[in-house]
């Protein structure tokens, strides 16, 4: 465990993830059957991370739980061109992060991600640390299924619920407004939770419903998996899978912001793309029926009021 | 044909685009032995585009020649960033765009793009007409045969010679560096050759130069299709070319300007996205063997004097 300097108890924030990442690994390896591969890495200018991940599992046929750790000692103008006052400044961002891509195409994909950005006070000036959480958790289905887009909201406002009752309607909106594709005129899935910048209740609340919103994942996705996986599916399905897996592609690389900063700044590409799926296919001008089951999906993913 | 006022014959690129179109269609109708199906669109805003694409060809996978000719009554600020003086005027952009996604992983796939860009002077006041061109051609092989390499590269100085000798050389350098993917540290092909903002040497050579450009696609690639097309491949080579269309993928999505700025500005995703290949794969650390077929596209890639 490494301590850093500051007046924030972010050793805690770490101790966490780490633990976080470990309960949804070992969730996983028991609902899928399949363990993991670890990749473990280091940044040649200051922290690491432990990567997670499956490719070609039963259950999962692509995904990744990543824990990542870095630090720097002057923070570049472009990672803080929102609080110029914390450009120069030592600094260190953790987190985990999450994207599951399973096989069966009635079983939705997911993600989550939960982390901390900490810019540290120097000595000697008259000034304190800042810090920010920022997190989330949401659904991308292929088919269309109630039952299982209520569930999911359902647990992430319960989550959400300790700590007043506007954070679900508010960070349910965020999630719907951030995982938009413009140029389709159509969102990524169904939603869930979304919200970054979060240091207004103080270091301590906004760390809890962090934790809230990570802890919430396991029950908000494998009842899920449970009721889908043993859906028979055929090359019908797969294809469509595939098809709308293309949406995620195009998403995570021209709208993802933590996707682009990473790419952009030297991040660790291979680590970054695991969000990808195992496969994605482009047909041109593809409109099923809407009377299928494939044709439902359009309207299906309109946000609405799940809970 | 619509004849749109201002001093600069653009009717004539027009007239040079649709043939264009026409040449390469037939051309590539006759090496495939599929028709191209055609989808004609109109731009509420005005202007439209022809549209001529294949998906599951024998020999083409998936692929587009497009012709498109938009215009507009107010340039916005957006679209002339680096010429502020042009905000305002009436404009309009026309352009031939052409990707190929063979089915045969040891036919490179190959991308060719000419366009003008045309802002008009505005009535009593004292300007002309501002314009530019801008083009280019490069291939992306899976499979490394420097003899290809050659070829297309040779036809391109060819076809540039007439214009002086440094064209070639400058083009085939910006190509390389266009089509770059910083987070890979990797080219996305072998090259080519790429040019934008072209005006200087007057309206006439400009479209001239952008002419050779457009009529030496055919040349430069049919007979790099001949050659390999008979080739034999099984699953290695197919996944080894889904695992490359990831890195095409990637590219337009993240650094193509045209893509990203067509997707952000309300342009016809569906066109757009043409250039997607059919299918894409993405490996977490895939690292062939440097001593095998697939390992040795590496070193290929990096780009050097092809003729």
Redesign the interface.
């Known amino acids: 465990m490494s301590t850093l300097p500051g007046a924030l108890d972010t050793a805690s924030v770490r101790d966490y993830l780490l633990g976080l990442q470990a309960r949804i690994v070992a969730a996983l390896e028991q609902a899928g059957g399949d363990a993991l591969r670890a990749?473990d890495w280091q940044r040649p200018e200051g922290g690491g991370g432990m990567s997670r991940?499956i490719?070609g599992g039963r259950l999962f046929e692509?995904g990744?739980v990543l824990f990542s750790h870095v630090s720097g000692t002057r923070l570049p103008p472009s990672a803080s061109a929102h609080r110029p006052e914390l450009a120069g400044r030592s600094w260190q961002a953790m987190g985990v992060s999450m994207v599951l891509h399973p096989r069966n195409p009635y079983v939705p994909t997911t993600h989550m991600n939960v982390r901390l950005f900490h810019a540290l006070a120097r000595p000697g000036h008259d000034e304190s640390d800042a810090f920010w959480f920022g997190g989330g958790l949401d659904l991308t289905p292929c088919y269309a299924f109630e039952e299982d887009a209520r569930h999911f909201h359902g647990v992430c406002r319960d989550a959400l619920a300790p700590f007043g009752a506007d954070y679900y309607p508010r960070y349910k909106r965020w999630c719907d407004e951030y995982f938009f594709l413009?140029?389709?005129n159509e969102a990524r899935g169904i939603g869930g939770v979304f919200y970054d910048d979060l240091c207004e209740p103080g270091f301590d609340t906004s760390f809890a419903l962090t934790r809230a919103v990570g802890d919430c994942l396991l029950g908000a996705y494998l009842p899920i998996v449970e009721r889908r996986s043993n859906t028979p599916y055929g090359e019908r399905e797969r294809a469509f899978q595939?098809y709308r897996r293309?949406r995620y592609?195009?998403f995570n690389?021209?709208y993802d912001r933590g996707t682009?900063f990473g790419?952009?700044s030297g991040?660790r590409?291979?680590s970054?793309?695991?969000s990808?799926?195992?496969?994605?296919?482009?047909?041109?001008?593809y409109q099923p029926g809407p009377d299928t089951p494939e044709g439902r999906l359009q309207s299906f993913l309109a946000p609405r009021d799940w809970v």
């Open positions: 990749d991940l490719e692509r990744a413009k140029h389709r595939a293309g592609v195009e690389l021209v682009l790419l952009q991040g590409t291979e970054i793309l695991l990808m799926p195992p496969t994605a296919n482009w047909r041109y001008d």
